[in-house]
């Protein structure tokens, strides 16, 4: 379950909104609430995946204040990854 506070006048047209497209029974609010978290989310990944610039910077520019050799956060991304693909392993 998701909640939130947003500003009235916004969620008085978010209503108003998801009524005329869903009608006014139960639900409507619902699946115009999923419609736009799944419109949000797709717009935001393709932001992600538009990245510009030179990766290696960024990279570089990301990890400036982390004080450990490559070596050991090769370890550690490994441990991170394992821990991740186990976890979604039934059993």
């Known amino acids: 379950m ?4 947003i500003d009235t006048k916004l969620e008085r047209r978010f209503r108003e909104l998801a009524m005329r497209r869903f009608g006014y029974g139960k639900g409507a609010l619902s699946r115009a609430m999923e419609e736009a978290v799944i419109r949000w989310i797709s717009a ?21 204040g982390v004080d450990v050799d490559s070596v050991e956060l090769q370890h550690e991304a490994r441990g991170l990854w394992a821990m991740k693909v186990l976890g979604d392993v039934p059993g």
């Open 2 to 5: 998701l909640r939130a506070a």
């Open 44 to 64: 935001v990944e393709d932001e992600r995946l538009s990245f510009e610039g030179d990766p290696v910077e960024a990279i570089d520019g990301l990890l400036s």
